[in-house]
T-cell receptor
Framework: EDKVVQSPLSLVVHEGDTVTLNCSYE??????LLWYKQEKKAPTFLFML????IEKKSGRLSSILDKKELFSILNITATQTGDSAVYLC????????????FGKGTKLTVNP | DAGITQSPRHKVTETGTPVTLRCHQT?????MYWYRQDPGHGLRLIHY???????DKGEVSDGYSVSRSKTEDFLLTLESATSSQTSVYFC???????????FGPGTRLTVT
């Protein structure tokens, strides 16, 4: 069974700190890994990492994929209160049809 | 903005009543999904569709049915609502693919 495990489940930091969120996965036929940010509404897409694109960066957020060790990390530097959210990791399941299995998320709280 | 709307946005209903949630997209994307999100469980796939009249089950499909008679609409029906179906329901579509999903605003359903 395909599985995604995120750690830590929650994290509290101060503005300006750097944080690292972890996502490990077990999937029969790896194709990609996706990161989402969820504030008090719907998840919004951040990054997709694939075998041909194992690093992504957007402003203060960056992510890398380690296909050998089956994990990904999401880094956020110089955190701001607006980074407070639940960060979700997902991978496509086996069998195609573009289904995703999600981890339970990491809740990040950035205090001023 | 992937052009996804959900209706209703909030609903309170009684146990045993039928409920239908609607997801509408404006951009003719092939794949559409219904998820539920609950504390401690994250996002879980209920049903998905890969074309008009083509649907399949996700990991938590018991008690739910779906229909897709037009590309733009994907309906989720609870034939006889139970309290365990109290949840936030998200619709999603695959946009640029593969696997990059965008979410609607969500429907908060309370079954009393």
């Amino acid at each position: 069974e395909d599985k995604v495990v995120q750690s830590p489940l929650s994290l509290v930091v101060h503005e300006g700190d750097t944080v690292t969120l972890n996502c490990s996965y077990e999937v029969t036929n790896f194709r990609s890994l996706l990161w989402y940010k969820q504030e008090k509404k719907a998840p919004t897409f951040l990054f997709m990492l694939t075998s041909s694109g194992i690093e992504k960066k957007s402003g203060r957020l960056s992510s890398i994929l380690d296909k050998k060790e089956l994990f990904s990390i999401l880094n956020i530097t110089a955190t701001q209160t607006g980074d407070s959210a639940v960060y979700l990791c997902a991978v496509p399941t086996q069998g195609g049809s573009e289904k995703l299995v999600f981890g339970k998320g990491t809740k990040l709280t950035v205090n001023p | 903005d992937a052009g996804i709307t959900q209706s209703p946005r909030h609903k309170v209903t009684e146990t045993g009543t039928p409920v239908t949630l609607r997801c509408h997209q404006t951009e003719n994307h092939r794949y559409m999904y219904w998820y539920r999100q609950d504390p401690g469980h994250g996002l879980r796939l209920i049903h998905y569709s890969y074309g008009v009249k083509d649907t399949d089950k996700g990991e938590v499909s018991d008690g739910y049915s779906v229909s897709r008679s037009k590309t733009e609409d994907f309906l989720l029906t609870l034939e006889s609502a139970t309290s365990s179906q109290t949840s936030v329901y998200f619709c999603a579509i695959s946009v640029q693919g593969p696997y990059e999903q965008y979410f609607g605003p969500g429907t908060r359903l309370t079954v009393t």
